[in-house]
């Protein structure tokens, strides 16, 4: 079994895009397909696919702002038939060795829908094992939380290269990135870090 990473073109991401993202994620979370492939135009948006003997195994979708300090792990799944399996964390493990290998990215961003605002306990138990899968991974809380289109997230982070005593630094990368790759418009009527 052969397995490979491989940074996505436009169409690898559309397929991914309609036969799983829109499967694999709420409907509010999902960002419209023309708002990825502009923010991968501009360079703000990196899409990676895991393969095992050329089978798609996860994808990642990344957003970073200009100075490319932080990234922002939008979106990270399995596929169905693989979950369980390990390709997460090593999904996970690869992109950290990516960032560090070839960018001069100092931290990775995570947003997880918040336990708190679950609404029913079937809903909480899936939120509770996506934060242990992150932890598990290395990943970090933080004490503040966002809303991003109406969704509360929590906000999880690691640092790729040294760790860096400074929670406002996670905050304001978090905020560049999505002025990045939103207009300000929209940005200011459905960002909210708190």
Known sequence: MRIKIVELNDEEIKEIYTKHMVN????????????ILQGKKLGHYQCF??????????????????????????YLAVISDARGKGYGTRMLRELKKHYLDKCETKVLIIEAESIKS?????????????????????????????????????????????????????????SEIYHAILEDSVYEKNIFIR
Do not use: H
């Open 24 to 35: 694999d994620f709420p409907v509010s979370e999902v960002k419209p397909l023309e708002v």
């Open 49 to 74: 696919g895991m393969y095992e003997d050329n089978a798609l195994m996860a994808y990642a979708f990344m957003a970073n702002a200009d100075n490319k300090t932080a990234v922002l792990l939008d």
């Open 118 to 174: 679950s609404k029913n306990d079937a809903e909480k138990q899936i939120r509770e094992r996506r934060i242990r899968f992150y932890r598990n991974n290395d990943l970090l809380e933080q004490d503040y939380f966002s809303v991003v289109f109406g969704t509360e997230f929590s906000i999880l982070y690691l640092y790729i290269d040294e760790y860096v005593e400074d929670k406002d630094l996670i905050k304001d990368v978090y």
